[in-house]
């Protein structure tokens, strides 16, 4: 028998994502950019981005989608595109939170409490 081989048992624990978890990842990487584009078409029809900032000519490629009316398509997209950022931050910061309160401990029971920084002593002179 070779004399550095080592045998280990497998633990059975790996790092793998739950499937559940992926699932649900995956329907919200699609659910947040349509509620993102839903969003900014009704506050495009209401009329609200107008206030702060008037739709350039350039912006103003208007598109008559059947149930969602006659709105400008570019300037509806960058909303959109800045709602599904601040959606996605929202959602971080919950699930962050929520993850923190109800997740593991940091530390399991055959874990080593971190080590202390030693000081060294000083010598006057």
């Not at 947040?32 to 506050?43: D, E, H, T, W």
């Not at 931050?89 to 920084?117: C, N, S, T």
Request: net charge positive.
């Amino acid at each position: 028998m070779s004399r550095n081989i080592y045998y280990q048992r497998d633990t059975g624990t790996r790092n793998e994502i739950h499937p559940v978890w992926r699932g649900i990842g995956c329907i919200m990487a699609f659910l947040i950019p349509f509620i993102a584009f839903v969003i900014s078409v009704m506050l495009v029809q209401a009329g609200l981005p107008q206030r702060v900032m008037p739709v350039p000519p350039e912006a103003a490629n208007y598109v008559n989608w059947s149930g969602f009316g006659r709105f400008p398509l570019y300037y509806t997209l960058a909303i959109a595109a800045i709602l599904t950022v601040i959606i996605g931050a929202f959602y971080i910061v919950v699930y962050g939170a929520i993850y923190r309160m109800a997740g593991p401990p940091r530390y399991g029971p055959l874990d080593v409490p971190p080590i202390k920084p030693k000081k060294k002593p000083r010598k006057s002179r």
